[in-house]
């Protein structure tokens, strides 16, 4: 038999030593999809090639009567003797019994967990570099009150001036303003504040202002309680880092405000509300003492809420959106007398007590504000206080003192908790809410009493409203 010319393509019917002359000459038969020439040295190594002539070192041997082939790379990639040796260890495997690609799968599966453990340690690395003051602005955008469509405003800018930075010119007189009291907490890592972090910052702040310090805590325990409900800060968070039921050794105690009028005061009170210049603030302060409304609630009263009518008005709420309370005769009559504010666009002020009105003689700046009602009623309440000589009474101690002239006129409890909306205290209330006419008649009842402490003569059918009357904004 005549040997094969160097020029003629390899026997792909026989084992062959393999070469790279040999490899270059390899051509795939026609009719083919591919075909493979065997090494020689029997360790199931072949070469693989196309009919478009791409060539590849291929192992192939059987495992349980089972054929196993898988490809070890490009010829151009891998040399002769590199494919010999891997086509030898996958060989050894198999005579172990062990399938190459179950050891492929291992590899990629470890090499996967590897790579996802990577990742979740930079994750991690991430999350516990995450400050305060990044998560702050989230907390300011969506951690309302539940039940609540927003925060209330006043609370919210309380939240704000609290984290401020501080630096920025002050808008009355020289100088910059103070950082807030959670200002020092705003660079710390979210994870890592713990109740010695929050001792010694609060420790700290309650040098300047203790109080104001005290409440900076219960506003940061709501930050945190509010981060234990989210998924992504829930892991790096302590909530229980600011309880003040954690820090009592360091925060001061809890005292029961009590502060109220007592009957024997009204009179000189009523008076010192008299000779305040501005009636929108007098009227508020009478409302507040009359219906034991709360400070928002009834600076939020707009005249399309009060129906005159039928003796009631529609007011914000703490608990529900709004309530609807009596309206009783003096307070209606008082109320009739305000004037109507033109604002300077030609628009009627929708606010029963404006402020953006300013009395002759009055600090201007005292009565306006942004929202076109009263704002800020605590100054006012101090010039009642000092013309009538009396001590502080707070402007939410006017509402205990409409829950104690209620008792005393002897109206029910349940009366007046649903009038000042109060949840029920008890199950027994809690069935039997009263109508609004009902409500009415104790109401009543309890204005005439503190007119009558007050020496106010009060006639409700001698009553008549001194008129409607338009005032400009100044």
């Not at 998560?135 to 469509?149: D, E, I, L, Q, T």
Request: hydrophobic residues 45%; charged residues 25%.
């Amino acid at each position: 038999m005549a040997r094969p010319r160097n020029s003629d393509a390899p026997d792909l019917t026989k084992p062959c030593n393999l070469t790279a002359g040999t490899i270059e000459r390899l051509t795939c038969p026609p009719g083919k999809a591919q075909a493979f020439l065997r090494d020689a040295e029997g360790n199931g190594l072949r070469v693989r090639v196309t009919p478009k002539g791409a060539k590849s070192f291929v192992f192939e041997q059987s495992l349980k009567n089972k054929t196993i082939r898988r490809t070890i790379g490009d010829v151009r990639a891998w040399s002769i003797e590199e494919a010999r040796a891997e086509a030898k260890r996958l060989s050894l495997l198999l005579d172990a019994g062990t399938d190459p690609r179950e050891v492929d799968k291992e590899a990629e599966a470890e090499k996967a967990r590897k790579a996802a453990e990577a990742e979740a340690a930079l994750a991690a690395a991430a999350a516990l570099a995450v400050t305060v003051g990044e998560v702050w602005p989230v907390y300011m955008a969506n951690g309302k009150p539940k039940r609540k469509a927003a925060w209330k405003p006043r609370y919210r800018a309380d939240l704000m001036k609290a984290a401020a930075p501080g630096g920025e010119p002050l808008k009355r007189g020289k100088g910059v303003t103070k950082p807030g009291h959670l200002a020092a907490l705003m660079p710390l890592p979210l994870a890592g504040i713990d109740q010695d972090t929050i001792r010694d910052w609060y420790m700290s702040e309650a040098k300047r202002a203790p109080i104001q310090a005290a409440r900076a805590v219960a506003m940061f325990s709501g930050f945190l309680s509010w981060c234990a409900t989210r998924k992504e800060y829930r892991a790096l968070v302590n909530k229980e880092a600011a309880r003040a039921s954690e820090l009592g050794d360091v925060l001061p105690a809890s005292k029961p405000r009590t502060d109220a009028l007592e009957a024997e005061q009204l009179a000189a009170w009523f008076a010192g509300t008299g000779k305040l210049r501005n009636r929108h603030a007098a009227a508020y302060l009478v409302a507040l003492l009359m219906t034991g409304a709360r400070r928002e609630e009834m600076a939020g009263l707009r005249w399309e809420d009060v129906d005159f009518q039928n003796r009631r008005m529609t007011i914000a709420d703490k608990v529900d959106a709004t309530r609807i309370i009596p309206l009783a005769p003096y307070l209606a009559s008082l109320l009739e007398s305000l004037p109507r504010v033109v604002l300077a666009d030609g628009k009627q002020n929708p606010f029963v007590f404006a402020s953006a009105v300013t009395q002759k003689g009055e600090n201007k700046g005292r009565s306006r504000s942004a929202s076109g009602r009263i704002a800020e009623p605590r100054a006012y309440h101090a010039d009642v206080l000092t013309e009538a000589g009396l001590p502080h009474v707070s402007i939410h101690g006017l509402r205990r003192s409409f829950a104690l002239m209620g008792e005393a006129a002897g109206a029910p409890a349940g009366a007046i908790a649903q009038i000042m909306g109060h949840r029920p205290s008890a199950i027994s209330e809690r069935y039997k809410p009263r109508p609004i006419g009902v409500l009415g008649e104790y109401l009543t009842r309890v204005e005439a009493f503190i007119l009558e402490k007050a020496g106010i003569a009060f006639e409700a059918a001698a009553a008549k409203p001194m008129g409607l009357r338009l005032v400009s904004a100044a």
